[in-house]
């Protein structure tokens, strides 16, 4: 690990070291305390048991040994939280490691969720799906709490200007259900033979604060293990936390180095935390309520929605009325969860992998596409509805089945689905099951074959979705005039290809609604062209060129076209909430976007 020393500790010689016997340093140490925890010590420059005892409190409060005598760890963190620097010496002793230096103010403020907040955590409920946003962690995303994952993010700014390196801070756990908290607590219980011992090392369901999302587990430098706390806490990047983490709204646990909670205090005089869904704030949210989105790691900062998305359109299914009509449903998938209707209420499931799986196999099939955008794909179906096949009339007079979040051809209705064998009609799942890209997205192995066993497979059911969307989408680009064939799959443009070759047939897509405005299409880079698509199409349905008399569904362009906006502008949405890239989903057509709207939704009714 490379750690950037400050030149300052390499300067400093045994004349500039604080003296912690002296009655100076001891009477700096009794009004340190009394600042920090109105201790109301006598400053006498002695250390008594009263003295001994508030030093004790404060290592307690900080996470640190508690052995009631100050080294220059416990130095550090008292600087850190009074402000003050010991007398006999321009700052700190060097610590074994040695500790990186305090960042300089970054003005950033963290956002109280609780009132009064300050400490570990005491509202320990599940965060409302809305709440809940993904960041890099060491192996894999993690899910944190918006406001705990905003904070940590320019905590680890800080760490990284203060020579703290990747993967130093980067969490190795966050938000975990009660159902997750369950299964740790009963693995404990094995592990250490007593509730006692257990209850050190794990909280009992109900009582963990990674149920909040606002505790996350840090990766130190070292194995995060109760054998290993004593090194742990010897590591600069744990000394930097001890001085630096409550001015980003994070308090420690002191039996664990590594476990971290972000409760930032009120501030004195200001009103109580808008977003939380604590009981004890007056005003908080419904749980389960949306709230606004907030910037996370790893991510582009949440910007508005065109004001398309809040502009009523007379008829019915426009893009951003059907995205706003499934954004629960993709805000619940995204953390990894299903509604499920108990006792007449909506209640959230969790371990149903559908955000995780588009994680981490969108970015391998589409490099530099948003993941949300296959979200948005998915929304028009269900977990439940889905994992029984495609149900709505369309399907069921259709001569194959589609099964999976995607509705991924699986054979003639007359056979099994999906059909055992692949070069059967109609089955892409068996023809794309066993290619090297499935075999890569799903670790290695082949998608299930097994009749009915991809219902409760949601890996298999999106590796072999996203390979199946990949072909429609070069099919559809290698059909097209060459003037206006995409580049690959990062593109807005390769997407629609991709969706609208899925909904009307790649054939029908180039060669019908594409191919004929290629002129106009292709004077506009690609990036624009999904955009310049959607207003030639409003121009040519306004002014009669395009004839869509007779033409119903998927023969009309003004259907196809929509189907295929209402799925990038549900993805465009989620998004929004978060933290995805939203310049990626503009299609550049500026404030003529809702009008192309109306004008595409109600050509689409039509048709319908």
Sequence with gaps: MAVLLNSAYLNETASTLPNR???????????????????????????????????QDFQRQKGLKVDGSVGPVTEQALIAAATGQPPSGTGPAPVRGPLPPTPSADGFVPVAVENPGGGRVK?????????????RGVSKQIPLHRLAARAWEAMVAAARRAGLNDPLLLPTSGYRSSQHQRELWEAALKR?????????????????????????????GSKNDSSNVDNLRRLPAYQWMVANAERFGFYPYGNEPWHWEYNPPVPVGSAPPPFSTSPNLPG????????????????????????????PISCEDSPYAWAREVRRKMQTWWS????????????????????????QMAPQAFPGTPPQVFMGFCANGSVRGNTTEC?????????FHEIGLFGTEAGLRSRPAPDPNPGGEYNSWGRLAGTDLV??????????????AWKTAIPDQVAVGLANLLDHGRNVSALLDPSIRSSGPGSLWFVALCFMGWSAGDGRTAKKHINPLSSALAAVPESRRWGEFLRLAADGIRSGRLDLRGKRKHNS????????????AAGQLLASQTGGNLAWFDPGLGSAEGDIARVITCAARSAG
């Excluded at 009477?27 to 006598?42: D, H």
């Excluded at 908080?284 to 809040?310: D, H, M, N």
């Excluded at 362009?557 to 990038?568: D, E, G, N, P, V």
């Design 21 to 55: 016997r002296s009655p100076a340093y001891i009477q700096w140490v009794q009004q340190s305390l009394n600042r920090i925890l109105e201790a109301n010590l006598a400053v006498d420059g002695k250390i008594g048991p009263k003295t001994r005892k508030a030093i």
């Design 123 to 135: 509202d320990k409920r599940d965060p409302s799906p809305a709440d809940v946003v993904y960041v």
């Design 192 to 220: 250490y033979g007593s509730a006692e011992v257990a209850r050190k090392w794990v909280a009992p369901p109900g009582s963990s604060a990674h149920q909040s999302g606002r505790a996350m587990d840090l990766y130190l």
């Design 284 to 311: 908080s949210a419904t749980p389960g309520s949306p709230v606004p989105p907030t910037p996370t790691s790893g991510t582009t900062t949440p910007k508005a929605l065109p004001a398309a998305f809040e502009t």
């Design 336 to 359: 990894d969860q299903d509604l499920r209707r108990v006792n007449g209420r909506w209640q959230a499931v969790a371990n149903v992998p559908v955000g995780s799986a588009l994680r």
């Design 391 to 399: 149900a709505s009339e369309t399907c069921r007079k259709q001569a």
């Design 439 to 452: 075999r890569r997205l799903l670790g290695g192995r082949s998608a299930t074959m097994q009749p009915d």
């Design 557 to 568: 362009i003004a259907w196809s076209a929509l189907r295929t906006w209402q799925k990038l």
